[in-house]
């Protein structure tokens, strides 16, 4: 007996130094010895908390996990400087890096274009060196760029296929595709002609995969692929059920709830207009424009904007955003049962760890019209932050010219400022549980003025229906709001400074605030699993 317990114990032992060593190889290849130790700036110090004294990567900022290993690297839009590790070679389960919209410069690893799982990676130019003789695919998957030259590949379809092995491999399957002497002289086998591990390739032997049938269609394939893609009006036309799964409507806009044949949840937001002639080119302009500005945020704590619809016959102007299932705060603040304290604080830090990511993009994403209807609680009752109300501020773009529009963005500065005061009587509604305005007590701020005007009297403010709170964290939002709230818009904080003074009382990190399950992360898994089958 003493003899098989000893052998059963050296293999349990011995499998835990296995899963101690994995997970040293993976904190390794990202920390000190691989990625951060490449960067030279991380003027946001998102990589904070990349510290090898909590040698767990999947609780480090920007690394997604599936059963303990690492499966995604999202650092994008963060102005990180430097250069790739080729440790990042050593992530061995790794399926998807997103680095675009960084300061990254050098060469692709090559050890990176080995990882057999890697199907997704997105990155700047800076990365994909200019030198003669090469040849690459571009991300729009339909050409091939010789030299600066475009060259239309007939043979290839919308057939997504990961990377499987070395680039040399699908370059020459690509070769064969295209009949000899296509690329065979043009490409060279260095790292420096990586420039995206997503090859459209497809066999004369594959067959093809038909809409819907691995729950994303071809379009909304691509919708995890490469960004912002345009969507054909008849897959979300399936997707609403005709569009008859209406979840609101307004003057300028409809929202509707979309369902993939996978399960995944999806929200499209449409404008009312139904004809071209009143769709005017300003408001071509900034519902493009628009688009790319939300294509710039991807924060876990935001209503991320996954693609758009833009049809003339019949005329369709829509965006695909994913989806929060547990409506809006104001539902759960004025309707339903009151959220206890402890949510409320996480649904302020959300929003506010998401305002701070917009108001550090550069050139900065201000919300347009921030409050409780605009943020959404996931399943796990996490905020996320939606910017669809701008419907109406595009309809109100038929109005004004061309040079308007143009110059239109310049106040964006001045818009920051407006959010932090948004912010401030968001805060004094969740505490309170108290409308921004009603016919009863009017607005919500001169309610509250009494109040804020005694400090020893600021109790007065919480909602009586809560069951606790904690005087601190209140006390804390107290001079939040204060600050927030100054008519001199130049005294008012940076978001910045607001979560430095609320994490004084409120310890609650930008992990914490995140939904704990996102149906984003889980659906563009679903993707990739099923194009490695």
């Not at 061995?92 to 990676?121: D, Q, V």
């Not at 399943?379 to 939606?386: G, L, S």
């Not at 968001?426 to 804020?452: D, F, H, M, R, V």
Request: glycine fraction near 6%.
């Amino acid at each position: 007996m003493g003899g098989r317990w000893n052998t059963y114990g050296f293999k349990l032992s011995y499998l835990a130094l296995l899963i101690i060593l994995y997970h040293v190889h993976e904190c390794s290849s990202l920390n000190s010895e691989g990625l951060r130790s490449k960067v030279d700036c991380d003027p946001y110090g998102i990589l904070a908390n990349w510290n090898l004294d909590h040698c767990d990567p999947c609780m480090w900022f920007g690394v997604q996990c599936l059963a303990g290993k690492v499966q995604m690297l999202d650092l994008h839009g963060n102005s990180l400087e430097g250069t790739l590790a080729p440790e990042l070679g050593n992530l061995t389960h790794l399926r998807s890096m997103l680095i675009r919209n960084n300061n990254l410069e050098g060469k692709i690893p090559f050890e990176i274009g080995k990882l057999r799982l890697l199907s997704k990676l997105q990155f700047d130019e800076a990365l994909t060196p200019a030198a003669g003789g090469t040849c690459c695919l571009n991300r729009k998957f339909a050409h091939c760029i010789c030299h600066g030259s475009l060259i239309p590949l007939k043979t290839v379809d919308s057939f997504i296929r990961p990377l499987k092995g070395t680039l040399v491999r699908y370059f020459t399957l690509f070769s064969r595709q295209l009949g000899s002497g296509s690329l065979d002289n043009q490409i060279g086998y260095s790292s420096d002609n990586l420039p995206t591990v997503f090859l459209v390739y497809r066999s004369r032997a594959a067959k093809p995969i038909g809409p819907w049938k691995t729950g994303l269609s071809g379009q909304l394939q691509k919708a995890f692929v490469i960004g912002v893609p345009k969507l054909n009006r008849s897959e979300l036309e399936t997707a609403c059920e005709d569009f008859s799964n209406i979840i609101s409507s307004h003057d300028a806009y409809i929202i509707y709830k979309g369902t993939l044949s996978s399960g995944v949840e999806i929200v499209v937001a449409s404008t009312t207009l139904t004809s071209l002639e009143d769709w005017s080119e300003s408001s071509e302009i900034a519902f493009r424009k628009k688009i790319d500005t939300l294509s710039r945020v991807n924060h876990k704590n935001f209503v991320n904007l996954i693609g758009y619809c833009k049809e003339d016959e019949p005329f369709t102007r829509m965006m695909v955003f994913d989806y929060a299932p547990n409506g809006t705060l104001s539902v759960h603040l004025h309707e339903t049962d009151p959220l206890e304290w402890s949510a409320r604080m996480r649904a302020i830090m959300g929003t506010a760890y998401c305002l701070q990511y917009m108001h550090d993009l550069n050139p900065p994403v201000p919300h347009s019209s921030l409050d409780s209807n605009a943020i959404f609680l996931t399943d796990d009752y996490a905020a996320k932050i939606t910017e669809i109300g701008f419907w109406s501020e595009l309809i109100a773009k038929s109005k004004d010219s061309r040079d308007d529009l143009e110059n239109s963005e310049l106040s964006a500065l001045a818009d920051l400022e407006t959010n932090i005061y948004s912010f401030g009587i968001l805060l004094l509604e969740i505490i309170s549980g108290k409308s921004p305005y009603s016919e009863e007590q009017g607005s919500l701020l001169n309610w509250a003025e009494q109040y804020l005007k005694d400090k020893m009297n600021v109790s007065s403010l919480v909602d009586p229906t809560l069951k606790s709170f904690k005087n601190n964290e209140l006390m804390a939002i107290y001079v939040v709001i204060e600050e927030c709230l100054q008519e001199n818009i130049r005294k008012r904080p940076t978001i910045t400074e607001v979560i430095a003074k609320l994490r004084e009382a409120i310890d609650i990190s930008p992990d914490a605030a995140v939904p704990r399950l996102s149906p984003l992360w889980w659906a563009e898994l679903e993707l990739l699993s099923s194009e490695a089958a």
